[in-house]
């Protein structure tokens, strides 16, 4: 075990682009934690290698060994957190695990929205946080300026800033002495029970889950047995120690203070809850950690392969990607007008869009996605309850009783100036006022309850677009209440496209039939027949737009040369034909369907 | 000597290209046409997207040998007789009356031309007088195409062309009077500004001047065109708009005794384009200067692009082919729908499951739904109406 004295639990935090992954390289260069040769690729970012060496361990935490000047041998526990840095949750748990935090500045750029949202995560979470100037290499760097711009905005003294180029690798040493000598070693008891922080896990198919975690009080060890205090459940410790960048370091042990892992034989990343206490199970600490939260999937919607034939490879994507996200469900079903294919479950919109983006990117699919829909708790007449997490499924006026929606609790921290922006938003978005109170002279915190279908679609990014960027956005379920609520169906040449349909408010149901099918009437091409575009409930229309019938698709001239070209355009239509869905009559394509998700702008 | 040895075969070479025993490469090889490139123009319009340059003197007299030479060469492995003749650009003329003669005479002394061809030379109102028509006609020509367009005057301007309608009716009074006696008339809708009205109005006038043939297009705004950078501003027709201005057109054109024989051309009786017509029918021809086209025992071929590529193939004996492909016989099928429905003459399903050994039966079915929407007729043979040749990129589409 180390000296405690000696250790130090810091995370990096940044913008995006002022640098937190070269500084990271940079750090890890210095303390040989890789050599130069491996130092190809941002490591801590990087997922690629790890594919490609067949490791399967990602460097979410590293521990740096590194001399200072005073010749104290110390350790440096660095642990990355989520690019998401609106995926509040698992940041704070990481943040919890440190005891400092470091501040990189782009001197060009100066104090931007991100810089400052992470920067309060940091500070609310009683961080020690250390501003550095980096990039001083570039012309337009003015890093007195960016000093002033810490102090002012921030409120944290940034005289002793190192100014830095994480880059051209220039005084990056200062870094390291700077977070010796002022980020605080960690407190822990190790004859107290144990009790550690899970920030994350990984699973590995050689190990099992491989858990990531922070040690406060007490020792774990090899042969141990340890509790999860929130599910209850228990095993034997098989291996322990430290993370290093490309690999693994057993020690047998971790003490208080310290930062590793441990595995444990454990099947499944849902075993190990980021957030979760880890605790002996023979001598089991009373009071778990605070802040654990369980993760539940908040966000559904439909997921299909715009190739039917392309289902069991979405199948297999989702699994391996499950492997590694514990907070991802899924569960097959099918649609009249898409096919075959999953009902999703997300944390929320954010972690939808990075499940979609990552099928499309690393599984090569194409797909179409419905709009994201809660989980409602309907009533039946007969007096039965049921939830229902597709709006399909949705019952019709003559069984239901009364609906209920989700409503979460939500906080708002914003810059002062934009309050009266986010309270008109919240209004729009039927949400109620609980609270408002000032943490400081610039920053206001707002506290909404609102209903979670308000804001699935894209409270966030209005949110954002309404304060410049500053502002940031934590919720969480809260309770479920009565709801006038409808199912919005669309229909397309008269028929029902059931992929489309949606649960709304009745008061929105107007506006919202509107905006879509004046966007399905924007992105369905035209026919050889006129199509009519309806939104009803049950058997109502309350929309109508019409995409009139196509009178001209005509090759005027046909001589020598066009022939071969025309042939290379039919082939080409063919293909593109394949992108297009056929729903009944109606060729319609992907786009359509995206587009009906983006509606309000 | 004008191609590359081992990489692409010249068009007399080898066997035909062959899939099945009952189809030999083009559908029927009795005669050949001859298309003759000339990529020259004083100025370019404001909507051309073809390849095409300013004449120079030297660089013309390099072109006419060049086309002379690779004519010559041709012949000697040609046996079958050649029937139709069409010289087309860019502007023609531009290669000046007396290299457009001789080459003409050399294809009639080295090709065995029959008694009654049909010899097509495309002329621009601009530059056309007395003179060129005269040489021309003695040299044998016997067929001129006149780009008119419009007889609105500053629809002629928003089009870039140089001439003026009056113009235009100068120059086919001046074809008449030196003895030509198939003309043919360019007519263009969904011009910048032009609305029914003027439309309509072009095409009375145009009539006045009893065209044997007239070819209608409607405009296209094609990319990095001088039309397309300024497409935001120009007031273009739209294509509901177009629709309308072709069936108004074709209205017009068949009161007055044309027969719509093709989706863009209208002739009458038996002054339809002979030329053209091997195209639709997928008949042999050879195209001759850069990016000419041929079609010849069974295989595509398409030229360099540049004057300077093909000028340096023929002079350095090297390449002026550029691709080529064998076509199937599968795609010969999915040709001769796609040509044989831009006809009126349609195809007959019959000769279609005789030629290809393939069953009519899927296209037909979606036929007869065309039938129903009232965009295809069968009188014995299929065939698509006006509203059926508007939609016909849909439709065949559909059935390939």
Avoid at chain 1, 373 to 397: A, C, Q, W
Wanted: glycine fraction near 8%.
């Amino acid at each position: 075990m180390q000296d405690i004295s000696k250790i130090r639990n810091f995370s990096i935090i940044a913008h995006i682009d002022h640098g937190k992954s070269t500084l990271a390289d940079r750090l890890l260069e210095i303390c040989h934690a890789v050599d130069k040769r491996e130092m190809e690729e941002q490591i801590l970012d990087n997922m690629e290698l790890e594919r490609e060496r067949g490791i399967t361990i990602k460097a979410r935490a590293v521990k740096l060994n590194y001399t200072a000047a005073d010749g104290g041998s110390y350790v440096l526990n660095l642990i990355d957190t989520p690019g998401h840095v609106d995926f509040n949750y698992e940041v704070s748990r990481s943040l919890a695990a440190c005891e400092g935090a470091v501040l990189v500045v782009d001197a060009a750029q100066g104090i931007e929205a991100q810089t400052l949202a992470n920067t309060y995560l940091a500070i609310d979470a009683g961080l020690e946080v250390l501003p550095v100037i980096n990039k001083i290499d570039l012309i337009s760097a003015d890093p007195e300026r960016t000093i002033r711009e810490i102090e002012d905005v921030i409120g944290i003294p940034a005289q002793d800033a190192p100014k830095i180029s994480a880059k051209n690798g220039i005084n990056v040493e200062s870094v390291l002495e700077y977070i010796v000598q002022n980020i605080p070693s960690p407190k822990g008891d190790p004859d107290a029970p144990l009790k550690a922080l899970i920030f994350d896990s990984q699973y590995d198919p050689y190990k099992g889950v491989v858990v990531y975690i922070r040690v406060f009080d007490g020792v774990l060890r090899t042969g141990d047995t340890v509790r999860m205090m929130a599910t209850g459940a228990e095993y034997e410790v098989v291996e322990a120690g430290y993370l290093k960048p490309l690999g693994l370091e057993k020690s047998g042990e971790l003490g208080p203070g310290e930062v590793g892992y441990f595995t444990a034989s454990i099947k499944n990343v849902r075993d190990t809850n980021v957030g979760d206490t880890v605790t002996n199970a023979g001598r089991p600490t009373d009071h778990p950690l605070p802040g654990y939260r369980k993760a539940q999937p908040m966000v559904f919607s439909g997921v299909y392969p715009a190739d039917g034939a392309k289902y069991p490879d979405l199948r297999d994507a989702l699994e391996k990607l499950r492997l590694n996200d514990a907070s991802l469900s899924y569960e097959p079903e099918s649609s009249v007008a898409l096919g075959f294919g999953f009902r999703c479950g997300f944390l929320g919109l954010l972690h939808m869009e990075v499940i979609q983006e990552r099928l499309e990117r690393e599984f090569n699919l194409d797909l179409i996605t419905t709009a994201p829909s809660v989980v409602y708790k309907v009533h039946y007449t007969d007096g039965r309850e049921e939830m229902i997490d597709n709006p399909l499924n949705f019952p019709d006026g003559s069984v239901l009783e009364y609906a209920e929606e989700p409503f979460v609790a939500a906080n708002i921290i914003t810059p002062a100036e934009y309050t009266g922006n986010i309270m008109e938003l919240c209004q729009e978005r039927r949400g109620v006022f609980r609270d408002m109170k000032y943490i400081d002279t610039d920053r206001v915190e707002l506290h909404y309850e609102l209903p979670l279908n308000e804001i699935i679609y894209d409270f966030f990014d209005a949110l954002k677009s309404r304060t410049r960027g500053y502002a940031s956005l934590d919720y969480e379920l809260k309770d479920y209440r009565r709801s006038d609520l409808v199912k919005l169906d669309i229909l397309l040449n008269g028929e029902v496209v059931d992929a489309l349909s949606f649960i709304v408010h009745k008061e929105k149901a107007y506006p919202r039939a509107r905006k879509i099918t004046e966007k399905l009437k924007e992105n369905i091409p035209r026919q050889m027949f006129e199509i009519p575009i309806q939104a009803a409930i049950g058997a109502k229309i309350i929309a109508r737009e019409t995409v009139k019938a196509l009178r001209k698709d005509v090759l005027a001239k046909c001589y020598g040369g066009d022939i071969t070209r025309k042939k290379k355009l039919l082939e080409k239509q063919k293909e593109g034909k394949k992108r297009m869905r056929s729903l009944g009559t109606v060729d319609v394509p992907q786009e359509a369907f995206m587009a009906v998700l983006k509606l309000d702008e | 000597m004008y191609y590359n040895k081992g990489k692409n075969t010249a068009p007399w070479q080898g066997r035909h290209a062959n899939g099945g025993a009952s189809f030999r490469g083009n559908v029927s090889r009795s005669s050949l046409g001859l298309y003759i490139h000339i990529p020259f123009c004083r100025k370019k319009c404001d909507y051309c997207d073809f390849y095409s340059l300013e004449a120079a003197g030297e660089k013309t007299r390099r072109y006419a040998s060049a086309l002379t030479a690779h004519l010559t060469e041709t012949a000697e492995h040609i046996r079958i007789p050649v029937d139709t003749v069409y010289f087309g650009g860019g502007t023609p003329a531009m290669l000046g009356a007396g290299n457009l003669c001789q080459i003409l005479r050399v294809i009639i002394k080295q090709y065995a031309v029959v008694k009654k061809p049909e010899i097509t030379v495309e002329l621009n109102p601009e530059s056309t007088d007395r003179k060129l028509l005269k040489s021309l006609r003695k040299a044998g020509v016997n067929r001129i195409s006149i780009g008119v367009q419009s007889a609105v005057d500053p629809e002629l301007r928003r089009l870039g062309r140089l001439h003026d309608f009056a113009t235009a009716v100068q120059a086919v009074g001046l074809a008449r009077a030196v003895g030509f006696a198939n003309i043919s008339v360019d007519l263009m809708y969904g011009i910048e500004g032009q609305t029914p009205e003027s439309l309509e109005y072009s095409v009375r006038e145009i009539l006045k001047l009893q065209p044997e043939h007239v070819s209608c297009y409607g405009l296209k705004v094609e990319r990095d065109t001088p039309l397309w950078l300024r497409r935001d501003m120009a007031d273009l027709p739209d294509d509901d708009t177009q629709a309308d201005m072709y069936m108004t057109i074709c209205g017009l054109l068949r009161d007055a005794g044309y027969i719509h024989y093709e989706i863009s051309n209208f002739a009458k009786p038996g002054y339809e384009s002979r030329h053209n017509l091997k195209y639709w029918k997928l008949e042999p021809y050879l195209g001759f200067g850069p990016s000419a086209h041929s079609d010849f025992r069974g295989r595509r071929y398409s030229n360099v692009r540049s004057v300077d590529a093909y000028i340096e193939g023929i002079e350095n004996s090297g390449t002026v082919i550029d691709e080529m492909e064998e076509i199937s016989p599968s795609e010969r099928a999915t040709e001769y729908l796609m040509l044989r429905l831009r006809l009126n003459e349609g195809f007959d399903p019959r000769e279609y499951e005789r030629l290809f050994s393939k069953p009519i039966d899927p296209a037909e079915e979606k036929l007869r739904d065309y039938e129903k929407q009232g965009l295809a007729v069968y009188d014995g043979k299929w065939r698509l109406t006006e509203k059926g040749f508007l939609l016909s990129n849909t439709i065949i589409a559909s059935l390939i």
